[in-house]
Nanobody
Framework: QVQLVESGGGLVQPGGSLRLSCAASGAIFSIGAMGWYRQAPGKQRDLVAS???????NYADSVKGRFTISRDNAKNMVYLQMNSLKPEDTAVYYCNAQNLATRRDYWGQGTQVTVSS
């Protein structure tokens, strides 16, 4: 089992920045890719960004150039730096980890990000 705990959400004005953090614990040796997803009210949960153990990254088109995902394997942490935030970025952001062998997904509890003036 893998446990994921997110932190860093909050209320920010348009154009502002936030940094989300996710701490992984448990069977961390089994973790392959990690990522961030988001879900706005009434919408499906979508991938925001992902990163492999080796550091290869993938971003949703809507956040390219504004968000940066990073990972510290020694500390079992993954981060999402969000700049130039827009109201449409408002959502609950979930940390995800995938079992390297089985591709089973693990999820954090989510952290709310609200972009509003």
């Amino acid at each position: 089992q893998v446990q994921l705990v997110e932190s860093g959400g909050g209320l920010v004005q348009p154009g502002g920045s936030l940094r989300l953090s996710c701490a992984a614990s448990g069977a961390i040796f089994s973790i392959g890719a990690m990522g961030w997803y988001r879900q706005a009210p009434g919408k499906q949960r979508d991938l925001v960004a992902s990163i492999t153990r080796g550091g290869n990254t993938n971003y949703a088109d809507s956040v390219k150039g504004r968000f940066t995902i990073s990972r510290d394997n020694a500390k079992n942490m993954v981060y999402l730096q969000m700049n130039s935030l827009k109201p449409e970025d408002t959502a609950v952001y979930y940390c995800n980890a995938q079992n390297l062998a089985t591709r089973r997904d693990y999820w954090g509890q989510g952290t709310q990000v609200t972009v509003s003036s």
